[in-house]
């Protein structure tokens, strides 16, 4: 064997191992991670049959009742301190009041605008959707365990880059855009892995890119770096008004560019705060789309919060009020955020299947079930070629070098998500074992 293809099979072999190793990270997560995805594509549709019962409403000519009314019905039902008010986004959607009862839990309490009759009562953030959710960013089980997504999807780019570099066509026919043999055969399995590969590729690399800006370590830095100073507010949208040490996301779930924004602070006055009922119409005179939530106040420098999220971007938009004159404190839209924020901000909405509506839906669940059948495709492969009783990792490199070349490359990566470069230092240690565990029995025999 010449010496160049003796060097063209080390790289291969070099990749394809760290290839494997990051399919042993990386799948058993990826398929929960596409499940539950397109699960949460649907959320909308899924809620609304699951709970129609209690979210949805006889649709009425007449006019609802005042927000304060609804608010009232809430507590006389479920006692307690209600702190979010959520106007019903269609005719025919009931209005959602957000209750901490005496015992410090949180209620969901959904009230017939036009009636005030109580049609149900969930757990705050507990529906089957959260719940899904829940499980998709592993937040169900802990801070720790949601420190896994920014690794996997770390992992999840490097199994991409690798994987793209093992198809790319070296003279062969099959097994690049087409399946060769049955599924009775590795060969099948193997050109089934590398075509989906190629085919649902692209949408793991902007599912993971996408996901980054949730992640518990990278993305809560990028996000004080992207806001300035860790102030938060979009450039251009300051004023010059009182603001609290409160956080936005402390009360209300936001996009990622406002994590980091303060809340301004209401100027305590002798007159009476405007109450709900003045701070619903002040939204509605703003012209804020129907769904918006109102987060109350729950002090005397508090607040009135309008914030809505819709699928259409540019109707994104949060508003503060002073809670005594009513005036706008700030107004923020889409079209304040920067270009990173825009930027992050789209690639979000597309992630969450609501862009481009049913389409997008459509088109990455069509891509999460891919994954899936990836997933399996390559354990059946793997199993089929492992060796009984042994891992099957691939076969190190003759020369050494050719790991540390490939290792130099994953370190940019590990550079700019540090997270996942600890864990890449970590497996680099492992495949050091390992590879002088296995040349232990040939040393042996050599002596």
Avoid at 158 to 164: A, M, S
Avoid at 213 to 224: A, C, H, L
Avoid at 359 to 386: E, F
Wanted: one cysteine or more; charged letters at 15%; a neutral charge.
């Amino acid at each position: 064997m010449s010496r160049t293809r003796r060097d063209i099979n080390d790289l291969y072999r070099a990749v394809w191992r760290w290839h494997f190793y990051a399919g042993l990270i990386a799948i058993p997560f990826l398929i929960l991670l596409a499940v539950t995805g397109a699960l949460y594509l649907f959320k909308d549709e899924v809620e609304h049959w699951w709970y129609a019962d209690t979210l949805r409403v006889e649709a009425q000519s007449a006019q609802p009742i005042s927000a304060q009314a609804q608010l009232d019905a809430a507590l006389a039902t479920q006692p307690g301190e209600a702190f979010r008010y959520v106007t019903p986004a269609a005719p025919d959607l009931a209005a959602e009041v957000d209750i901490r009862t005496a015992g410090g839990e949180k209620r969901a309490v959904y009230v017939d605008p036009y009636s005030g009759e109580v049609t149900g009562i969930l757990p705050y953030r507990g529906s089957v959707m959260w719940t899904i959710r829940h499980l998709h960013s592993l937040n169900y089980f802990g801070t720790t365990a949601s420190l896994l997504i920014e690794i996997v999807a770390g992992w999840t780019i490097l199994l991409v880059l690798t994987g793209l570099y093992l198809w790319w066509p070296r003279g062969q026919r099959g097994g690049v855009v087409t399946v060769r043999s049955r599924p009775s055969k590795r060969l099948f399995w193997r050109d089934l892995h590398a075509v989906l590969g190629v085919f649902v590729g692209g949408f793991i690399l902007f599912l993971a890119v996408t996901g980054m800006p949730w992640s518990t370590v990278w993305g809560s830095k990028v996000n004080e770096l992207a806001n300035g100073n860790n102030f938060g507010y979009p450039d251009g949208v300051r004023v010059n008004v009182p603001m609290s040490d409160a956080r936005l996301a402390e009360r209300e779930l936001t996009p990622w560019s406002l994590e980091q924004a303060r809340l301004p602070a209401s100027t305590a006055s002798d007159i009476p705060p405007i109450g709900l009922d003045g701070a619903v119409a002040r939204f509605d005179a703003l012209g804020l789309a129907p769904g918006y939530a109102v987060s109350l106040p729950g002090g005397a420098s508090d607040v009135y919060t309008g914030s809505i999220y819709p699928d259409d971007l540019s109707q994104q938009r949060v508003v503060h009020l002073d809670q005594y004159t009513g005036d706008t404190l700030l107004d923020m839209r889409y079209a304040d955020y920067g270009p990173l924020g825009q930027t992050l901000e789209w690639g979000v909405n597309v992630h969450l299947g609501q862009e481009f509506g049913i389409a997008n839906q459509i088109v990455l669940a069509a891509a999460c079930a891919g994954i899936v059948l990836l997933c399996v495709a390559s354990g059946v492969m793997w199993w089929m070629r492992r060796p009984a009783g042994r891992l099957g990792v691939p076969p190190a490199p003759h020369d050494p070098r050719k790991l540390r070349g490939v290792l130099a490359l994953l370190a940019i990566g590990g550079v700019i998500f540090p997270l996942v470069g600890a864990s890449m230092i970590a497996m680099a240690l492992v495949d050091a074992g390992i590879r002088r565990w296995s040349a232990r029995p040939t040393t042996q025999a050599a002596s």
